[in-house]
């Protein structure tokens, strides 16, 4: 499973710059905003109110969208930790950072306390979104396009990207080593988007009493920094199912995962 998640975000980030740098020479009359699940939701108002269409966003943005929350529905926020090319990096740079500041998990260099890292996760994301939303239909206009590190990254210099927008992406870089999954964890309005629907998925991972030695493996794999050690059963609208908890366990049967209701 470690594998094939890799190579699903591999081959996504492989296509999402192609598509990019398609556009940019003009090959291809798609840009990579046009994959973009988020662009669905900053074009819904304008499509169920006057039937149109917000600026560069299509059908394609609202259907992607659609099957986006039909998935979170029934696997939480896997899109985030399978398919989305912004959460790979983000993952793949705290891994980083957990070896230069030789940490035992994936907290970084800056530990934000359980407590106001869950009230930080809601607050911050939930603002952002409402900023963008608020923005984009008032405007008619994709005005989060500058910010968003998957159109800076594989646009290849995309319409409205500026020097400060590379700046912007810099410093989430420098903050993503610091505070791993920054962005994620604080700033995605997609992520804040599909929380709810994420907390109640019917896919869950289950922890077995029975046979944990509560060695905490789990809690230091986990990117989202869930406790999963502490968990009967993973409920945190934040897991990805990207299974690395389950990959560091060195128990068989301890974790696994188990759709909401089910029988041990
Ligand atoms: S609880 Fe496990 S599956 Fe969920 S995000 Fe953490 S490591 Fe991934
Ligand atoms: S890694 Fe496995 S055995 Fe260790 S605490 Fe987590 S579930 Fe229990």
């Known amino acids: 499973m470690k594998r094939l998640r890799l190579a699903m975000q591999l081959a996504v980030m492989v296509a999402a710059a192609m598509a990019g740098v398609r556009f940019a020479l003009g090959r291809s009359v798609t840009t990579v905003e046009t994959y973009c699940p988020f662009g669905g939701l900053e074009t819904a108002y304008a499509f169920f109110t006057r039937q149109r269409f917000t600026c560069a966003a299509g059908e394609t943005n609202l259907a992607l969208f659609i099957a986006l929350l039909g998935l979170t529905l029934v696997a939480r926020k896997a899109f985030c930790g399978w398919v989305c090319p912004v959460g790979a990096l983000a993952e793949w740079e705290g891994k980083l950072a957990r070896r230069l500041f030789r940490r035992p998990d994936l907290t970084g260099a800056w530990r934000v306390p359980a407590r106001a890292d869950r009230m930080l996760r809601v607050v911050l994301r939930a603002a952002v979104l409402a900023l963008v939303l608020g923005a984009t239909w008032t405007t008619g206009e994709l005005v989060f396009r500058g910010y968003d590190p998957y159109y800076v990254l594989f646009s290849a210099h995309g319409h409205d990207v500026r020097a400060w927008s590379y700046a912007l992406l810099g410093g989430l ?66 897991c990805t199912l990207c299974l690395e908890c389950t990959g560091a366990c060195p128990t068989d049967s301890a974790l696994e995962l188990r759709w909401a209701g089910g029988k041990p």
């Open 173 to 238: 870089m420098v903050l993503g080593l610091l505070l791993p999954m920054a962005w994620c964890r604080y700033l995605c309005p997609l992520g804040a988007a599909i929380w709810p629907l994420s907390a109640g998925g019917l896919l869950r991972l289950a922890r077995d009493e029975r046979t944990c030695t509560a060695c905490g493996a789990c809690d230091r794999a986990c990117p989202q920094l869930i406790e999963v050690s502490r968990a009967g059963i993973v409920r945190s609208g934040e």
